[in-house]
């Protein structure tokens, strides 16, 4: 058997098998495909670009063949130096490709996004793309990432990006980002995060094509770029209806951010899925008991802070303006208060209560997450120690279902 360090170490020629005594044989004599096999479990692709290319002119060719970067991924948050971008220009083809904010630092100009726009490489299971790492791409990065979804549209399987209000110039037409997304056939992974300042411009595009894909894990959420901060308070109804219906029945997880509540519609989608892993706002357990039943987790959200007059909802830094809350607090009454606080902290239990009696629906149910949001109740003690009592009375009812509690002001978080 062919030993690799040795290969690696020593191109010109083979390493002698010692079990049968056969004589060392020369490098040359192997065919490509065999070369190409050993070759293939290298996982840095500067290997492939610097190093092995300078052995002779078989391995400089071979090193182009796209059968040798199967294993060989790119990550942005590991370059160091400013030419490391060529990665990108001379790859033909990427396991996987995670863009990300980071630059290397002392370097005056970013080469990474001309290094997306121009290349031509493939990537065969999953793109990465963080809200700070499409900043970074900009204008010319965002068309070239469009580009790059596009001739990956056959293999790619996982896709984890922000928004983007890019678009790719085809031979035939003018492709949206939503369209290129549309047109990849084997995804199995989509998470889609929105930036707080986005206007979803929505119009059908991932409805137009009724062919279903194999899409098991979904995951919508909103991001968060500053400690103050608007986010819609609706979920974008028509895209998750068109995804989930686009998954059918393979749909086995979905997350949604819990600031939405989840519209009826996609609720009767989410009847006809299997589901296995949850998290969303509370109102998703207006899915039916058949569909409860499936569902081995749950996370939930429950929000004691929403008006349904209001189109979004303001999430303040906790810590700004301590000073002036404290001061109007000061000139309240104190009965008025406490029997606003006693009404708060009914409608909360309630909410709570009616949370917890709907997971018992679901048989499945392995564990649960419950979080209470809300800027008052998060820090009533009285109103903890309730809802610890709710969740010890399910614990009860369902000994083998692990349980966690949490209370929320803004983004501030204490575990139970």
């Given at each position: 058997m062919w030993n690799l360090y040795d290969t690696l170490k020593h191109p010109s020629a083979c390493v002698s098998n010692a079990a049968e005594g056969r004589a060392g044989r020369s490098m040359e004599d192997l065919p490509d495909e065999l070369?190409?096999?050993?070759?293939?479990?290298?996982?840095?692709?500067?290997?492939?670009?610097?190093?092995?290319?300078?052995?002779?002119?078989?391995?400089?060719?071979?090193?182009?063949?796209?059968?040798l970067w199967s294993n060989v991924s790119a990550d942005t948050r590991f370059w160091k130096a400013?030419?490391?971008?060529r990665l990108l220009l001379h790859a033909p083809a990427l396991r996987c490709l995670s863009l990300h904010r980071q630059t290397a630092k002392g370097i005056d100009k970013d080469c990474l996004p001309a290094a997306v726009g121009r290349s031509l490489a493939v990537v065969r299971e999953a793109v990465t793309v963080t809200h700070g790492g499409l900043l970074r791409l900009g204008q010319q990065g965002g068309g070239g990432l469009l580009a790059l979804l596009w001739r990956s549209r056959h293999t790619l399987r996982r896709v984890l990006?922000?928004?983007?209000?890019?678009?790719?110039?085809t031979p035939s037409h003018r492709l949206s980002f939503l369209e290129v997304l549309a047109r990849i056939e084997c995804l199995e992974v989509l998470h889609l995060h929105v930036g707080v300042k986005t206007v979803l411009q929505y119009s059908g595009q991932l409805g137009q094509d009724e062919a279903t894909v194999p899409l098991r894990e979904l995951q919508i959420r909103a991001c968060k770029a500053a400690s103050k901060?608007?986010?819609?308070?609706?979920?974008?109804?028509?895209?998750?209806?068109?995804?989930?219906r686009r998954a059918g029945a393979g749909l086995r997880e979905l997350r949604l951010d819990g600031r939405w509540p989840v519209p009826p519609r996609v609720?009767?989608?989410?009847?006809r899925s299997q589901l296995r892993d949850v998290s969303a706002h509370s109102s998703v357990l207006g899915m039916a008991a058949k569909a409860l039943r499936s569902v081995e987790r749950l996370t939930l959200s429950v929000m004691l802070d929403q008006d349904g007059g209001a189109d979004d909802v303001d999430m303040e830094d906790p810590d700004a303006d301590s000073a002036g809350s404290d001061d109007e607090a000061d000139g309240l009454d104190d009965q008025p208060f406490q029997e606003f606080m006693a009404d708060l902290r009914t409608s909360g239990m309630a909410l709570v209560s009616a949370a917890l009696a709907r997971c018992e629906a679901a048989a499945s149910?392995?564990?649960?997450?419950?979080?209470?949001?809300?800027?008052?109740?998060a820090e009533d003690e009285n109103f903890r120690v309730d809802c610890r009592k709710l969740v010890d009375a399910f614990k009860e009812r369902r000994p083998l279902v692990q349980t966690q509690l949490d209370f929320h002001c803004t983004f501030r978080a204490e575990a139970y």
């Amino acid at each position: 058997m062919w030993n690799l360090y040795d290969t690696l170490k020593h191109p010109s020629a083979c390493v002698s098998n010692a079990a049968e005594g056969r004589a060392g044989r020369s490098m040359e004599d192997l065919p490509d495909e065999l070369v190409l096999h050993i070759l293939r479990h290298l996982s840095d692709g500067f290997a492939l670009l610097d190093a092995l290319p300078l052995v002779c002119r078989r391995w400089h060719r071979l090193c182009q063949d796209v059968r040798l970067w199967s294993n060989v991924s790119a990550d942005t948050r590991f370059w160091k130096a400013q030419d490391d971008p060529r990665l990108l220009l001379h790859a033909p083809a990427l396991r996987c490709l995670s863009l990300h904010r980071q630059t290397a630092k002392g370097i005056d100009k970013d080469c990474l996004p001309a290094a997306v726009g121009r290349s031509l490489a493939v990537v065969r299971e999953a793109v990465t793309v963080t809200h700070g790492g499409l900043l970074r791409l900009g204008q010319q990065g965002g068309g070239g990432l469009l580009a790059l979804l596009w001739r990956s549209r056959h293999t790619l399987r996982r896709v984890l990006v922000p928004w983007a209000d890019a678009s790719l110039e085809t031979p035939s037409h003018r492709l949206s980002f939503l369209e290129v997304l549309a047109r990849i056939e084997c995804l199995e992974v989509l998470h889609l995060h929105v930036g707080v300042k986005t206007v979803l411009q929505y119009s059908g595009q991932l409805g137009q094509d009724e062919a279903t894909v194999p899409l098991r894990e979904l995951q919508i959420r909103a991001c968060k770029a500053a400690s103050k901060w608007t986010v819609q308070r609706a979920v974008p109804e028509d895209l998750v209806l068109d995804l989930v219906r686009r998954a059918g029945a393979g749909l086995r997880e979905l997350r949604l951010d819990g600031r939405w509540p989840v519209p009826p519609r996609v609720l009767q989608q989410l009847d006809r899925s299997q589901l296995r892993d949850v998290s969303a706002h509370s109102s998703v357990l207006g899915m039916a008991a058949k569909a409860l039943r499936s569902v081995e987790r749950l996370t939930l959200s429950v929000m004691l802070d929403q008006d349904g007059g209001a189109d979004d909802v303001d999430m303040e830094d906790p810590d700004a303006d301590s000073a002036g809350s404290d001061d109007e607090a000061d000139g309240l009454d104190d009965q008025p208060f406490q029997e606003f606080m006693a009404d708060l902290r009914t409608s909360g239990m309630a909410l709570v209560s009616a949370a917890l009696a709907r997971c018992e629906a679901a048989a499945s149910l392995r564990m649960l997450a419950l979080t209470v949001t809300d800027v008052d109740l998060a820090e009533d003690e009285n109103f903890r120690v309730d809802c610890r009592k709710l969740v010890d009375a399910f614990k009860e009812r369902r000994p083998l279902v692990q349980t966690q509690l949490d209370f929320h002001c803004t983004f501030r978080a204490e575990a139970y």
